[in-house]
């Protein structure tokens, strides 16, 4: 079955940290560039991060530079998303995309 799924939400203090995990199956991981995306209530889903095939290259929204660091690992088809220094901001449901493919999303709420 060609899909993605998501792993790793929760519920985190700010200035905590998660991370996320995408695992593909059903389609070469290793030939498409991965992204995260995020879509907080009542707003839009925004490009977060992004990956090219070989992993040598990465980009960031301005929102999360610094903190955010995008990875993957193909031997395994798996994308990650790692997230330090978390803000109330960062609450959103998170979606990984690739290979014109949406997982079905895993929701980080930043809350004391």
């Known amino acids: 079955q060609v899909q993605l799924v998501e792993s790793g939400g929760g519920l985190v203090q700010p200035g905590g940290s998660l991370r996320l995990s995408c695992a593909g199956s059903?389609?070469?991981?290793?030939?498409?560039?991965m992204s995260w995306y995020r879509q907080a209530p009542g707003k839009e889903r925004v490009f977060v991060a992004g990956i090219l095939p070989t992993g040598g290259t990465t980009t960031y929204a301005d929102s999360v530079k610094g903190r955010f660091t995008i990875s993957r690992d193909n031997a395994k088809n798996t994308v990650y998303l790692q997230m330090n220094t978390l803000k109330p901001a960062d609450t959103a449901v998170y979606y990984c995309?690739?290979?014109?493919?949406w997982g079905q999303g895993t929701q980080v709420t930043v809350s004391s």
């Open positions: 995309n690739g290979r014109a493919l």
């Open positions: 059903g389609f070469i991981f290793s030939s498409y560039t």
